[in-house]
């Protein structure tokens, strides 16, 4: 194994998503030397807001306001939500979507006014979207995102460049250590502060809609760098995800169309279930609440063939769903369909609950710093509670947005006087080693195996109706995956460059300190709130409305709870 190469920055972003995007262009706006490191091709990766749908939330326009906003994801996260973040990065919102406008997005208005959608949970229409109503944004952002950092000629954009952990020196956050996948060389990257946008752990469940390089690699670094990790027990699914036909599994744009042109659900009896359920809301209901009510009906023996239920359009009027149908022609999910015949008009679609979007992450302050000093997070991995126990729908990427923002301008001003940090080189010379050890064994238990694992592990015990038994024979299993697996990793190919089962190594190692986070942190919570379903105790209870911190002491997972303070939303009795 080479020796590693040495980079030096003045602001490192790890992650080249929105929230890694923004916090590159304000550090450098503020006059800070940036380096962004990304695990694949820039602007071209799996990034989550690539896939995104069309709702970013802005309260924009009376009688909404930004209190109604605060409120409304207040409730919508059962109370649990840390309300200084909350209220610190909404108040962003409407100039994080003029950016974006005036960067190009094509964004649906009227005049000079931008037109709303009402998604479950708000007060009010205030969920912005395509100019062509229904059209994802996921192609708009990828478009301008990217752009706006090319433009900066501050900001040097590293590609395949995957950050494994975190270099710290007395106490302190110094940079990170990582893969260069194009010279297959280990690189230490000095900086004066390092901001964390590396986006969620989805890929540790057997299904998702995310991207399978989600593996949780920013807050596995962050656990064992000794950053405080919060919210682990919480991880959204989304109720529509396609399931069948088989040729667009996991696609999204479902979940538009659930709310565009208000599908129905149906179990195999043919039966409108959600009826059941919710009555009120019906079909309607939070995305939460849906995906709970869809995992009952197949656990109960009521699914489709496939494991999900049935999401039918046949009650919408034709000559509706056929201009539906032209306005977005196209849209890749609906090309796919007709490409096996199947008319979405007459033909019921099977969907059910995917891995979407994870609340938990490093417990930050309203400048996103975290209790490490010198590093920053921020998007899905820094959670801060600001989502509590579920997530608003379209709070995503304004809360990314603002994040970023909020980090890359606090990185700035920390950096503008000092000098860099140094590192520890004996840190940075264990890590290396760690990277050829994969290598030195010649037979083993290759990734794929490691990470199919955890997926069967977590998709078992930790998703909905988990009880005590369960969590703690999944904690068993990880037991046995660290000391007879992870002792055995190791990479078959011996080529060095662009060796991706050398990259899926560490990613299994990250999935690995993830899967034991989520577990112990369900365990802890005795109770059931939000995303987090408990059947030995079903009930939320107001003596859990606390955060569960963990953080790693003395090579010990370490919990503790803080209370959770209620300065703008207070929750009523009977919720």
Not at 307 to 325: C, D, E, Q
Not at 430 to 440: C, H, I, P, W
Not at 469 to 495: Q, V
Not at 536 to 547: E, I, R, T, V, Y
Request: glycine residues 10%.
């Amino acid at each position: 194994m080479k020796a590693y190469q040495t980079i030096q920055t003045e602001v490192l972003v790890i992650g080249g998503g929105i929230a890694g995007i923004r916090a590159a262009m304000e550090a450098h706006d503020q006059g800070a030397k940036v380096f962004l490191a990304n695990k694949s091709a820039f602007g071209r990766d799996g990034a989550a807001v690539w896939m995104a749908g069309w709702g970013f939330q802005a309260a924009l326009y009376p009688p909404d306001s930004l209190d109604q906003h605060v409120a409304d994801t207040v409730k919508g996260g059962w109370y649990l939500n840390n309300q200084e973040l909350v209220r610190t990065f909404l108040s962003m919102a409407p100039k994080c979507l003029d950016e974006l406008s005036k960067w190009g997005m094509r964004l649906g208005k009227d005049g000079d006014r931008f037109t709303h959608a009402r998604l479950p949970g708000h007060s009010y229409a205030r969920s912005i979207h395509h100019a062509h109503f229904g059209k994802m944004l996921g192609a708009e952002y990828k478009k301008v995102l990217p752009r706006q950092v090319r433009r900066r000629k501050g900001i040097t954009v590293s590609e395949d460049l995957f950050v494994f952990d975190l270099l710290k020196t007395d106490g302190e956050a110094a940079g990170a250590m990582a893969l260069d996948m194009v010279r297959g060389a280990p690189v230490a990257i000095e900086a004066k502060a390092t901001i964390l946008a590396t986006g969620g752990y989805m890929a540790c469940y057997p299904f998702t809609t995310a991207n399978s390089t989600a593996t949780g690699d920013g807050h596995a670094a962050a656990y064992r760098a000794g950053v405080q990790m919060t919210g682990m027990e919480f991880v959204q699914f989304i109720p529509t995800a396609a399931i069948w036909p088989d040729n667009v599994r996991g696609d999204l744009f479902t979940y538009s169309m659930l709310n565009l042109v208000y599908g129905m659900f149906f179990n195999k009896t043919g039966e409108r279930f959600m009826e059941r359920y919710y009555p009120k809301e019906k079909d309607w209901a939070t995305r939460e609440a849906a995906s709970r009510a869809i995992a009952r009906e197949v656990r109960e023996g009521r699914g489709a063939p496939h494991g999900g239920v049935y999401l039918s359009f046949k009650h919408i009027p034709r000559n509706i769903m056929n201009r539906f149908l032209e306005e977005n022609r196209e849209s890749s999910f609906l090309q796919k369909l007709k490409e096996v015949g199947f008319d979405i008009r007459e033909d019921a679609l099977e969907v059910g609950p995917a891995a979407h979007y994870v609340q938990g992450g490093c417990w930050i302050d309203p400048a996103c710093r975290t209790n490490l000093k010198r590093l920053y997070a921020a998007g899905e991995v820094g959670s801060g509670e600001k989502d509590g126990a579920d997530r608003l729908a379209g709070n995503s990427l304004p809360f990314c947005m603002a994040m970023g923002e909020v980090a890359g301008r606090q990185a700035a001003a920390d950096v503008a006087s000092g000098s860099l940090p140094g590192f520890d080189p004996a840190q940075a010379e264990a890590l290396t080693r760690k990277l050829s050890g994969y290598f030195n064994r010649t037979d083993g238990v290759q990734p794929f195996q490691i990470k199919e694992r955890i997926q069967q592990t977590l998709g078992a015990h930790a998703v909905f109706e988990k009880d005590a038994a369960g969590l703690t024979a999944a904690l068993k299993d990880l037991a046995d995956i660290r000391e007879n697996m992870l002792t055995r990793l190791c990479a078959r190919a011996k080529a060095t460059r662009f060796n991706l089962e050398w990259m899926e190594a560490l990613e299994a190692e990250n999935m690995t300190d993830v899967a034991e986070m989520v577990l112990r942190s369900a365990l802890m919570r005795q109770e059931s709130r939000g995303l987090h379903e408990r059947r030995d105790f079903p009930q939320a209870d107001p003596a859990w409305l606390k955060h569960i911190i963990l953080e790693k002491k003395a090579d010990e997972m370490s919990f503790s709870t803080r209370a959770v303070t209620f300065p703008y939303v207070q929750p009523k009795k009977e919720e």
